[in-house]
């Protein structure tokens, strides 16, 4: 039996801090299984959160800058870690902080200098996940079913309400996984106008009531229509959703967009028979959010441990790294697309 201990390390776009996940996998008669020992959201630093708001309108130096920066702090937060959970771990597998993430244009960038975490943890660090898989003609995303394939195998279905909800299918040997909709992006923004940093077991959309035309218009946007697989950069989110958000009750507005990700959810699922439906993300502690969902899907819902809502991706991150450092496939052609699976990521050593 093979046993690595890794780290994993996540930067969502909902900024809500960096998620890190300390586990043991294992592989035994050709399968992959793993531990959850511990897992912390270590909130940013002020400058760095701040500077990951404005990163997309920032000079190349400065975001130059900002990526060695965010890379020293994600190195000595992941020491400090270690140091007070007495660990040692063999890799760490971080997704760094997506700044533009383009596929067609044949670029996705996540800064969070590899080299800078590597020399400041003093842990060899595999980053830069997506960048391959965009050369060989892929999505860039989703990354995470390698782990869903591996790592959460009893699961038809499994769900991440993040900053983006995005999905994976599992159909005997088949899998398609692709963003739905944008999510806590936009949930958080809405929140934002009455004084709240995100609707707190969703509260906010339990009192609204349907916007029947912006639901509609939210459904006209070409996305939607389009079939897997598909990936959806924040960019877009900002510029398409957020920066169109229209002038109604943000109560209401909370509870149609709500609405809204569980209509597209049920869309993909129309029809099925998946009985495993797990759902993940901050989006698994909003109340208004996951009744939406099984409203729509007209089932009940499988809501994990915190540990695995809050770590699922950096538990797959963590998991995709020691992959890499095999040398073995951890992105699948077959969700993005791409001409080829890929082993990717880069290496850095202390």
Known sequence: MNELKGIGIMSGSSLDGLDISFCEYRLLDSKWDFTFLIGETIPFDLDIFEGLQNARQLSGLALTELDIQLGIWIGRTVQDFCTRHQIDPDIIGSHGHTVFHQPAGQYSLQIGNGQAIATHASIPTICNFRSKDVIYGGAGAPLV???DLALFSEYDVLV???GIANLTIKNGVEIKAF???????????IANLVGLTYDHDGALALSGSMLNSWYEALSAIPYFKLKGPKS???EWVAEEIIAKLPNFAPKDMAYTFCQFVGGQLSQQLADSQYEKILITGGGAYNKGLVKAIEDSLGRNVIIPSPNIIDFKEAIIFGFMAIL???????VLKIVTGASRDTSAGILYLP
């Open 145 to 147: 079913p390698i782990g």
């Open 160 to 162: 991440n309400l993040g």
């Open 179 to 189: 963003d739905i909709a944008p999510c806590n992006q936009v949930l958080n923004k």
């Open 232 to 234: 959806m950069s924040n």
């Open 324 to 330: 890499k450092q095999r040398n073995e496939t951890n």
